[in-house]
């Protein structure tokens, strides 16, 4: 299977031979790779590779995910390469390599979670970085469905077997200790509060990253069919001073 990705490296020191050897010692075949800087101070690291037949796509996205210093922001699969694979095989690298689309620059909700999804619960930079491409006069709903997509699979994949749970044992047995995976929380009844709330850790004064947060605690209270039509606001936001995160469920 072909596929193209980019991933961005925690620091410019991690550059590209950091991330093609790995993918080299795992069996891929490169087809094209491309370094440049990013805003963060790392680098983008581009690649077309091939995998072997026997890789998966979740293997793919456990290898890449699993490189050191990086994070995958943007993958795509093509499918339907299986194809002319064989005979010329030399030759039908070259045209891959040529008729590969252009790289998309941008990570749109798919790719977000695809990568939520490959490295849960490390997920605040990719809600981070989702978070600067969004436009801005969307970005606080865009964030909030986003959340919501996140906070229902998970109750589905870690809490949906068994008999579901009324509002506040849910609250108290179910979304503190998964909300705990990615900040340390308070809970008293119905307030939850995020202590070092991440996702509005960095910004001096914006707050959009807790529209995931609220989206996030609403989609996992909505797929409990026990409880499902809990409104979630955030009653108290620490961007840019306490960074406590408080929210409100009724
Ligand atoms: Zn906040």
């Known amino acids: 299977m072909k596929f193209s990705c980019s991933l961005e ?13 790995p993918l080299i ?7 094209s790779q491309k370094q440049e ?24 996205i456990n290898d890449l995910s699993s490189i050191e210093g990086c994070s995958l922001f943007q993958l795509e699969i093509d499918e339907d390469d299986s194809a002319g694979a064989g005979a010329g095989a030399g030759a039908s690298a070259v045209d891959a390599v040529s008729s590969a689309p252009p790289m998309k620059q941008s990570l749109d909700e798919k790719n977000a979670l695809t ?60 979304l503190v200790p998964a909300l705990k995976e990615f ?22 004064s914006n707050h959009s990253g807790c529209h995931f947060v609220v989206g996030y605690i609403e989609g996992f209270l909505a797929s409990n069919p026990a409880v499902k039509d809990a409104q979630v606001r955030e ?16």
């Open 115 to 174: 990568s939520i999804g490959a490295q849960y619960p490390d997920i605040v930079d990719v809600v981070r970085r989702y978070e600067n491409v969004v436009p801005n006069d969307i970005r606080d709903q865009a964030l909030y469905e986003l959340g919501r997509k996140v906070g229902g699979g998970i109750y589905q994949r870690d809490y949906s077997l068994g008999s579901p749970l009324k509002l506040s044992a849910t609250i108290s047995r179910e």
């Open 9 to 21: 490296t925690s620091s410019e020191r991690i550059r590209l031979v950091n991330v093609i050897s």
């Open 25 to 31: 010692k795992a069996g891929y075949q490169l087809l």
């Open 235 to 250: 009653t108290s936001c620490g961007a840019g001073s306490t960074n406590i995160c408080e929210f409100t469920i009724w």
């Open 183 to 204: 900040s340390k929380v308070k809970a008293k009844n119905d307030v939850i509060s995020l202590i070092k709330c991440p996702f509005c850790k960095l910004s001096d």
């Open 37 to 60: 800087s990013s805003e963060n101070g790392g680098n983008i690291i581009h690649v077309v590779a091939k995998s072997r037949e026997s890789k998966t796509q979740e293997d793919l």
